[in-house]
């Protein structure tokens, strides 16, 4: 029986459609249409018109029910061949990294030579559910045998019910907190100011317009409903704007003592994105230039709600893993893509890495990871500026960081997502 050997996984490129505002511009825009959008982009820059790939693995964090088999109806829409096969995932805000990670194992593993990995979201088509006592009833109704029994069940509804629906919950179940109420207490114990936050969230506006005068996005980017620039950035931000605006998340965890505002926090938002991945026999059997390979990646938790552990902090956890089976330090890195949920939750995490009694407690090193080169932080912009619908992140992330060393030549870059449920995902890609 042949042993299959390790393939090298290449990235040949990506695509998502600018990302938007909740609510804005793609109010009327549904999961299924934003991924098949960015899909068909793909598909078309990368002429695979009629092609059978291995996998499409992508998903969403927000899903309505008609949102069955999300991914293959969406390939199912797209020119890809019809016998390409796709399934959805879904890890929160991890889910288009960890989909990279899955389409990359399979052709690592030879099980696959080519695929794709995505995500979507909106918040603007978010699910909305009947009431639960509504719902209830109506499942007693549909099961009742006689007149009697229907009416009995019909009786029981009152006008309220139909008032009141289930709406999505921005918050983590065991704690009632929002992600940003649990990024407010991360602020808090590991002393992050506002200013380094509002500085943090400028930079990220001012360097993903630098990176769109630049025609950065050009060959990464599918217009879409009209937009071509993610409407969440702010070209003209001055640190004077953000410092002017409130707090937002302290109600419940220190009144009139937040740091974290609408400014240095990613809006909800509405968008796709997918990257292509195969091996190097199948890109040069397609005659598709290599941009970068993923090389490494790992997955991590926290206990949040026992030990209290800052719901956000996992990657601060993931990356040393990781690091060790690389046999490479913090600083071994040309670029560094963390995504930005939150300034303070950037931070946190920096700050936790330079922290030794952190280092030598919760990671068991003997000495701290150390400081990373801030000039090499998320140097095209990221999550602040560009928006964060939740499943989407990875995918541009990947995308992004693949051209940034392709047209350097050569280097290693870092990604780092943390996600709800007090998870973080993070890769190493190299070329």
């Known amino acids: 029986m042949k042993t299959p050997s390790i393939r090298r996984v290449a990235i040949l490129g990506g695509n998502r459609i600018p990302f938007a505002r909740s609510n804005t511009v793609y109010s009327q825009a549904s999961n299924q249409e934003m991924l098949t959008a960015t899909l068909q982009g793909l598909v078309d820059r990368f002429n695979l018109h009629g092609e059978r790939l291995g996998d499409v693995v992508a998903g969403a964090v927000m899903k309505h029910s008609r ?17 390409t096969p796709a399934f959805d995932i879904q890890q929160a805000c991890g889910t288009g990294l960890e989909a990279a990670m899955i389409v990359a194992n399979k052709i690592a593993l ?35 045998k006689t007149g009697a029994q229907r009416l009995a069940a019909a009786m029981r509804i009152r006008p309220a019910m139909l008032v009141k629906p289930a709406l999505p919950r921005n918050g983590e179940p065991r704690t009632g907190f929002s992600m940003g109420e649990h ?14 936050q509002d500085e943090l969230a400028l930079k990220s506006h ?3 317009a630098k990176a769109y005068d630049q025609g950065f996005f050009t060959d990464l980017m599918t217009p879409f409903k009209g937009v071509t620039k993610d409407n969440n950035l702010r070209a003209d931000l001055t640190i004077e704007k953000l410092r002017s605006l409130k707090p937002v998340f302290d109600k419940k965890v220190a009144p009139g003592q937040g740091t974290l505002t609408a400014g240095n926090s990613t809006p909800l938002t509405d968008g796709a994105s997918a990257v292509l991945l195969a091996s190097e026999e199948w890109a040069a059997a397609h005659n598709l230039p290599v ?10 938790a926290v206990d949040f709600f026992d030990k209290k552990e800052g719901l956000l902090m996992a990657p601060a956890y993931a990356v040393p893993r990781m690091l060790a089976r690389a046999g490479l330090t913090l600083q071994d890195f040309d670029y560094y893509e963390i995504h930005e949920a939150f300034a303070a939750q950037v931070l946190c995490t920096l700050n936790a890495w330079q922290d030794k009694v952190f280092c030598k407690q ?20 990221s999550s602040l500026a560009a928006g964060h619908p939740f499943a989407a992140t990875g ?25 709800a449920g007090g998870q973080g995902v993070v890769a190493i890609i190299e070329r």
């Open 67 to 83: 949102d069955f088999n999300l991914v293959r109806e969406s390939v199912l829409s797209t020119t890809l061949a019809r016998e």
């Open 110 to 144: 030879g099980h696959i030579d080519s695929g794709i990995a995505g995500g979507v979201d909106t918040t603007s088509d978010a699910p909305i559910a009947l009431n639960e006592k509504l719902r209830k009833i109506l499942l007693d109704l549909s099961r009742a």
């Open 183 to 196: 990024a407010e207490q991360m602020a808090r114990e590991w002393a992050i100011p506002r200013e380094a």
């Open 206 to 208: 001012q360097n993903l």
């Open 291 to 300: 941009q970068a390979y993923i090389t490494f990646s790992e997955v991590a």
């Open 362 to 381: 919760q990671l068991g090193l003997d000495k701290p990871l150390g400081k990373i080169d801030m000039k090499k932080l998320n140097v095209n912009g």
């Open 395 to 419: 995918g541009r992330i990947v995308a992004t960081l693949a051209k940034m060393l392709a047209q350097k030549g050569s280097g290693r870059g870092l990604i780092s997502i943390c996600a």
